[in-house]
């Protein structure tokens, strides 16, 4: 009996951990679906991946329901069905505490709440006919741990862990598997010029905080994209169909500090 291949959405898929998440399920001869901000950066990656003529790169804001909804949608109608999503696509500001805007708060829950839910609601309708499917969330420590400069980041996706959780018992009986991985102080992704915006606000230069954040993991290194996608190949595979609603921590026990 031939093998199904499997379908994979991943939002965020440009660059840093989509990227990362995007090789490692082609490796598994997974047909690729990428989502980003930039469509052309979509594009780069399926082609570095070997998939610029099967696989499909499309462009929008997450934060727009009608936009994750047209993701799905287009994923159905090139493929037949979506059995897997990543959804990577996240945004953050880096605010003093007292200096929060009600506008700025409500950007980054836009993007990282709200774009977050209604592409996973729009994800499990078009899974739940076929009686299976894989939804892989990422999350931050930041959600559970304070950061005084991250404040909307860390409420943002803190309402999302909820929303997992609510997912994974709505979604259990449909063969569908929700879960979350939490990268720490990664390498490179999305907030690669995080120093940066800290050293405006400390007055360090941005190599001082680099290593400072670094030697205060107490595995005295950043975890790499690589490292994540990984646990996502398990997560999305049938060794893990029994996983649901888990927390999976890459923080080099940041946590434990």
């Known amino acids: 009996m031939a093998v199904v291949k499997r379908i994979a959405l991943i939002t965020g898929g440009g660059n840093g951990l989509g990227r990362a998440i995007a090789h490692a399920l082609a490796r598994q001869d997974v047909s690729i679906v990428l989502a980003d901000l930039k469509e052309d950066d979509a594009w780069k990656v399926l082609d570095e991946i070997g998939q610029a003529d099967t696989g499909l790169a499309l462009g929008g804001d997450i934060s727009n329901p009608e936009t994750s909804e047209s993701w799905v949608n287009a994923s159905v109608k090139a493929f037949g069905r979506l059995d897997i999503l990543v959804n990577c696509a996240a945004t953050y500001l880096v605010d003093r505490f007292m200096e929060i805007s009600p506008e700025r708060w409500d950007k980054v829950f836009a993007v990282n709440t709200k774009g977050a839910f209604f592409c996973l609601q729009a994800a499990a309708r078009a899974m739940i006919p076929n009686g299976f499917g894989r939804i892989v969330q990422v999350s931050t420590p930041a959600s559970r741990l304070g950061f005084p400069d991250f404040a909307s980041y860390g409420a943002s996706k803190a309402a999302m862990d909820s929303v997992v959780r609510s997912a994974a018992l709505t979604l259990a009986p449909h063969g569908i598997t929700v879960n979350q991985i939490v990268p720490g102080r990664m390498t490179g992704g999305m907030i690669a010029g995080l120093e940066q915006e800290l050293s405006k606000l400390s007055g360090k230069s941005e190599a001082e905080l680099e290593e400072g954040r670094t ?27 029994y996983v649901t609603c888990e927390r999976f921590n890459f923080t080099g026990g940041m946590e434990l500090t």
Do not use: F, H, N, Y
Request: aromatic share 4%; proline share 7%; glycine share 0%.
């Open 215 to 241: 030697k205060a993991l107490p595995m005295k290194r950043r975890v790499t994209p690589e490292e994540v996608a990984e646990a996502v190949l398990w997560l999305t595979s049938d060794a893990a169909a």
